[in-house]
């Protein structure tokens, strides 16, 4: 295959799937992992695309901390409709555990005020939209405020949670990669996010399909480590099978 050729094989698998790895279009196009490499190389200096390593993605792949002011204008509508999704996996008396972010801060916002659950959280913007589900018992983390996200981090947080077993965790992300998992942009709140997947019996990710090809500089866990991804139906097949093979269900709303 010529270099014309590989180039636009290379700009539309990304187009199609909003990412590619190496070795996959070393197989597909039949040269070396090198001469792909090369490729990826001369698109980046073309500003095509983003190299990774071992891939490519055709936006910049790493998120620096936003304000929620900022995050809560941006993928309303996908947001709304995965937050609604979400509430269908309550069950009266479920005691479960809810992160911080713009996504999971409308899934609280969203859950059926005849519901009676117990609900573990860090951010205190959730625990201010429970207030009106008279049957949500609220336990409210303590720790240093993240003024960006509205919530708590720190040991205090971390101590917290570790007393507590849940069967259900609620998160968002700011960054989803296929090699280096879920991400955040803030270390100590990765942290904890970690700390509340260990404390849970199943981990559902409610993420727009803008984090994906993602990443940030916290990591919070590998994808084989959640359970289920609620997410838009813009997400791209390539994603969905990925996901798939590691084990994790994924619904599209």
Same mark, same amino acid.
């Given at each position: 295959?010529?270099?014309?050729?590989? =180039?636009?094989? #290379?700009?539309?698998?990304?187009?199609?799937? @909003?990412?590619?790895?190496?070795?996959? !279009?070393?197989?597909?196009?039949?040269?070396?992992?090198?001469?792909?490499?090369?490729?990826?190389? +001369?698109?980046? $200096?073309?500003?095509? !695309?983003?190299?990774?390593? @071992?891939?490519?993605?055709?936006?910049?792949?790493?998120?620096?901390?936003? &304000?929620?002011?900022?995050?809560?204008?941006?993928?309303?509508?996908?947001?709304?409709?995965?937050?609604?999704?979400?509430?269908?996996?309550?069950?009266?008396?479920?005691?479960?555990?809810?992160?911080?972010?713009?996504?999971?801060?409308?899934?609280?916002?969203?859950? &059926?005020?005849?519901?009676? %659950?117990?609900?573990?959280?860090?951010?205190?913007?959730?625990?201010?939209?429970?207030?009106?589900?008279?049957?949500? $018992?609220?336990?409210?983390? @303590?720790?240093?405020?993240?003024?960006?996200?509205?919530?708590?981090?720190?040991?205090?947080?971390?101590?917290?949670?570790?007393?507590?077993?849940?069967?259900?965790?609620? %998160?968002?992300?700011?960054?989803?990669?296929?090699?280096?998992?879920?991400?955040?942009?803030?270390?100590?709140?990765?942290?904890?996010?970690? %700390?509340? +997947?260990?404390?849970?019996?199943?981990?559902?990710?409610?993420?727009?399909?803008?984090?994906?090809?993602?990443?940030?500089?916290?990591? #919070?866990?590998?994808?084989?480590? #959640?359970?289920?991804? +609620?997410?838009?139906?813009?997400?791209?097949? =390539?994603?969905?099978?990925?996901?798939?093979?590691? @084990?994790?269900?994924? #619904?599209?709303?």
């Amino acid at each position: 295959m010529v270099i014309a050729k590989r =180039h636009k094989h #290379i700009l539309d698998k990304l187009e199609e799937a @909003g990412y590619v790895s190496v070795a996959a !279009l070393s197989k597909e196009m039949d040269v070396t992992m090198v001469t792909v490499r090369k490729d990826l190389r +001369i698109l980046e $200096e073309k500003g095509l !695309l983003f190299r990774t390593h @071992g891939s490519a993605t055709p936006v910049a792949p790493y998120v620096n901390d936003k &304000p929620v002011t900022e995050k809560r204008l941006v993928q309303v509508s996908q947001k709304n409709a995965i937050a609604e999704k979400a509430t269908t996996f309550l069950q009266q008396d479920d005691v479960i555990i809810i992160g911080s972010g713009t996504t999971v801060l409308a899934f609280a916002q969203s859950i &059926p005020k005849t519901l009676s %659950i117990t609900v573990l959280t860090a951010a205190m913007n959730v625990s201010m939209a429970l207030l009106d589900v008279p049957g949500a $018992e609220v336990v409210q983390l @303590g720790g240093v405020v993240r003024k960006s996200s509205s919530s708590v981090v720190g040991h205090f947080a971390e101590n917290m949670i570790k007393d507590f077993a849940c069967n259900k965790l609620f %998160i968002s992300v700011d960054g989803i990669d296929p090699e280096f998992g879920l991400t955040t942009s803030n270390i100590l709140e990765a942290h904890l996010n970690s %700390i509340m +997947i260990a404390s849970a019996q199943k981990t559902i990710v409610l993420a727009d399909s803008s984090k994906f090809g993602k990443k940030s500089f916290g990591k #919070i866990a590998n994808l084989e480590d #959640i359970d289920t991804l +609620i997410v838009d139906k813009n997400l791209s097949t =390539h994603y969905v099978e990925m996901l798939e093979e590691k @084990g994790v269900r994924v #619904i599209l709303v």
